[in-house]
């Protein structure tokens, strides 16, 4: 499973909840900083006791932390991470399971100990015992947030207990965390939906086992773009899979069947009963995904319109892409001058505009069809996609680790191949192997890119223009820097824009850096000076630290089309862990969810959005 550093695991907790009719609504929160899901999620299931013939199930609940050694630097998780494990029963009651730490981490005996509480009904449940509450949390992303208080008292296992056979259906041999990684996948609607021959090629393709293809999916809807920010109007999806919209709509692109501009979020009613997961925006466009791998259409001009407009130059109410429905699309990304779409089996197929060669393969210019990206693509997942102006990033997951591929533009080195030269197929991105960095995520911007690495460290190439790759200076990159004005700061998530970069690291802080032209980078106050305000190294967004409540997810306008009389000046979003969202910078069009004042055009300070994600 690969070593990690002892504070990058610190304490982090998986839940589940007790459904209905005995199963385990899965639900999980990890609380501290990016975990390796091999260690975290695969600890949920429902017990089964058998009384002669009746076979009666039992649903429990297990919390899971992971506490490191304090004195030890680096540690195998496979080998001697102490693992605590707090489990509950529907019933209320509780009991803890100890197994030995390895010999080298302790000196416990190798018996197996079992601190069993007999069921009661709920009115004999011991009281819960103030001094071993938790904290209480708020488990974001969850359609029914709660808090789950704990009244045991826990004991030590370690990961070796989790490679032997668990006895479990549906195959007793699995270990217990390759029963719960098949719980966690199936119940994943792109894996519920496949047939059994197409999962278990996918189980190969990651690797031969579920705890890789579970990897794999988290790595996946860790990119998911729930919030984004376009060039002059912005789109919502909930957790529950509602999708709002707002801002300009002079073309249809807020899907709510007229072109009247929106000031506050409106829910698209024609998609009720369809549950959204991930959404893309265009200068003009909106492109939402359902959970059935669906990809509905409306606005003007992304390269599919050819087959959804007939007579009309644009749409108002979302249409469904018929093009794509022998494709199971999980993530859809628009660029200025192409649409991409990444399938539930981990390919990518473009669509692109008919001035010469397609993004990434030739056909003829009049072929609107998706076509898949092969190559050297061929026979890998990908996990990610994310398109600038003229170029198209792809984070590719392999068990042993991930990559980059680019195709597109290479001017300005956005690319990352050490040059500046187009690339017309998708290729490696090396630099990545020389600075010994693993990329979890990827973000495209309209001229530069930024990578995110699982170590926190982040990269950024591309056009230097206002010191949007966060160095000292305005000069471009041909190959992925390591921004070293964030050493101290372990970054989760990097999100960029035209020419705008942000940060959030592991305690909920903001960084940013570029251009502050629109307000819209969060620490400018001084509007008139704004225009001209540039910040070329990494600066805490103290805009949002003073909300006290942890940034998660930002996403700023990525377009070079938004300066005109139809968009008005790019904006920011920052998603809270409480679910709040807010948004500064442009706004006249209606695009921050808020009206602003007469004769006001950009937001200074983060306006709360009358919205709740959660």
């Not at 982040?458 to 820097?481: A, K, N, Q, S």
Request: proline share 5%.
């Amino acid at each position: 499973m690969g070593e990690f550093e002892a504070a990058d695991l610190g304490d982090f907790v998986m839940r589940a909840g007790i459904g209905d009719g005995g199963t385990v609504d899965c639900v999980a929160t990890i609380i501290g900083s990016w975990i390796d899901p091999l260690v975290s999620a695969l600890l949920f299931f429902s017990s089964v006791d058998r009384v002669g013939d009746e076979r009666r199930e039992r649903s429990l609940c297990i919390e899971f932390h992971c506490k490191m050694v304090p004195d030890l630097t680096r540690v195998h998780t496979e080998y001697s991470a102490p693992i605590i494990l707090l489990i509950h029963t529907a019933r209320g009651t509780a009991r803890s399971m100890q197994c030995p730490m390895d010999a080298a981490a302790s000196g416990t005996s190798p018996v197996m100990q079992f601190h069993g509480i007999v069921d009661e009904p709920p009115s004999h449940s011991s009281p819960l015992h103030t001094a071993l509450e938790r904290s209480q949390r708020h488990c974001y992303g969850h359609e029914t947030p709660g808090e789950f208080p704990l009244a045991v008292s826990p004991s030590i296992a370690t990961c070796t207990f989790f490679s032997k056979p668990a006895n479990f259906e549906p195959n007793f041999a699995l270990s217990l965390p390759e029963v719960a990684a098949f719980d966690m996948c199936h119940k994943r609607p792109m894996v519920k939906l496949m047939a059994q021959q197409e999962r278990e090629q996918l189980k190969q393709r990651c690797g031969g086992s579920w705890k890789l293809v579970f990897k794999y999916i988290v790595a996946r809807e860790r990119n998911y773009s729930r919030i984004v920010a376009g060039p002059g109007h912005s789109i919502v999806v909930t957790t529950k899979g509602d999708a709002y919209s707002f801002g300009a709509n002079c073309w249809g692109q807020l899907g709510l069947g007229d072109t009247e501009d929106r000031f506050k979020p409106c829910l698209i009613r024609s998609l009720q009963g369809i549950k959204i997961t991930q959404a893309a925006v265009g200068s003009r466009q909106t492109m939402l995904v359902s959970d059935t791998g669906s990809v509905y259409a409306f606005g003007k001009g992304s390269f599919v319109w050819e087959e959804l407009s007939d007579a009309a130059d644009h749409i108002t109410t979302p249409k469904i892409v018929e093009s794509l429905k022998g494709v199971f699309v999980v993530q859809a990304a628009i660029g200025g001058y192409f649409s991409a779409f990444l399938s539930r089996e981990g390919q990518v197929y473009t669509i692109s505009w008919g001035r010469t060669e397609r993004l990434g393969h030739s056909s003829d210019p009049s072929d609107v069809e998706p076509r898949l990206l092969s190559g050297p693509l061929e026979g890998v997942l990908v996990a990610q996609i994310s398109a600038g102006n003229c170029y198209l990033l792809m984070l590719v997951y392999q068990p042993t680790g991930m990559s980059v591929y680019s195709v597109g533009c290479g001017l300005g080195g956005k690319l990352g191949h050490g040059c500046k030269n187009n690339k017309g197929t998708p290729k490696l991105i090396e630099h990545f192997l020389t600075l010994s960095f693993n990329p979890v995520s990827v973000a495209a911007g309209t001229w530069h890119a930024a990578a995110l690495g699982d170590d926190g460290r982040v990269c950024t190439w591309g056009w230097g223009h206002t010191g949007c790759l966060g160095h000292g200076d305005e000069e471009y990159r041909v190959l992925p820097t390591v921004v070293q004005g964030l050493s101290n700061v372990k970054a989760v998530h990097v999100s960029t824009g035209e020419y705008t970069t942000f940060v959030v690291s592991d305690n909920g802080d903001t960084y940013s850096f570029g251009s502050a032209e629109s307000l819209n980078i969060g620490f400018q106050e001084d509007e008139e000076a704004a225009d001209d305000a540039d910040f070329s190294t990494p600066s805490l967004v103290e805009s949002l630290k003073v909300l006290n409540d942890k940034a998660v997810q930002i996403s700023t306008t990525n377009s070079s089309y938004w300066l005109n009389s139809e968009m008005g000046y790019p904006h920011t979003f920052a998603l809270m862990e409480s679910g709040k969202l807010y948004a500064f910078g442009g706004g006249i069009k209606g695009q921050l969810g808020v009206k602003l004042s007469e004769g006001q055009e950009r937001a200074q300070n983060p306006e709360r959005v009358p919205i709740d994600l959660c």
